[in-house]
DNA sequence: TGTAGGATCCACT
DNA sequence: GTGGATCCTACAG
């Protein structure tokens, strides 16, 4: 069920974004297991891209992990507020990320809820990526980790995704990039049917 | 060493 | 639909 390393080793990371929607992504952080379903993720496509952190072949302290082989966690600050959650993906050197924008919350919803103070868990609860960073304990701390321990990892529960039901759209927050703040490198799984 | 601005969210109106 | 919260990063000097 747990995705294996190989699955995020492939170059082709607006692919891979795509393909996340529908998997599951659980943390067991302070023994609370939380999880829900991926429904919104976008693709951060290496060093050509001028929405990404890596543009240019930018190495810092910050976009190191991006560069290590596809399979760890790359989380940042932003706004100095929020912790936002990137799979790093591709091989080593190629710093592509998927950033995960949103989940439908299934496991650990009485955690959720503690964690972020609201008085339900409906989807509302993590459906933005410094969210659903917030309700499931996601935060520097685990910056690099790597996606197949038992701390933050993804898996693939065989729920089969019409095409149909995705969406894409621009990246958001991005509109410095120039022409690149119009790729469709934005996902989003229409479940609405699944929940109501 | 200093500073501008950001892959956001929420409480307002 | 608007603005404040809040602080790290990158880059200029």
Redesign the pocket.
């Known amino acids: 069920m747990k995705l294996p390393i190989s699955y995020y080793q492939t170059n082709d990371v607006v692919y891979l974004a795509k393909d996340l929607l529908g998997k599951f992504l659980i943390t067991n952080i302070e023994g609370l297991v939380t999880g829900g379903m991926i429904v919104e993720t ?1 693709a ?1 496509a290496g060093i050509h891209d001028l ?4 543009y ?1 072949d ?1 190495k ?4 190191r992990v ?1 560069y290590r082989e596809g399979g760890v966690s ?1 989380i ?7 912790h ?1 959650f ?1 799979v790093v993906t591709g091989k080593l050197d190629v710093p592509h ?1 998927v ?1 995960i ?1 949103g989940i439908f919350p299934m496991f650990g919803l009485k955690t959720m809820i503690k964690r ?1 103070g ?1 008085n339900k868990a409906d989807y ?1 609860i993590s ?6 960073t ?1 309700a499931m304990g996601i935060s520097l701390l685990y910056n690099g980790a790597l996606l197949t321990d038992d701390t933050i990892w993804i898996e693939d529960r065989r729920i089969r995704i019409d095409p149909f039901n995705i969406q894409a759209t621009r ?6 990039a120039g022409s690149d703040a119009f790729l469709p490198y934005r996902f989003l799984l229409n479940h609405k049917k699944t929940h109501t």
């Open positions: 976008e951060y929405a990404s952190h890596a240019g930018r810092t302290n910050r976009t991006m790359y940042y600050l932003c706004y100095g507020i929020h936002l990137n990320a950033l924008r972020t609201k509302t459906n933005g990526p410094g969210k659903l917030k990246r958001i927050g991005v509109d410095y």
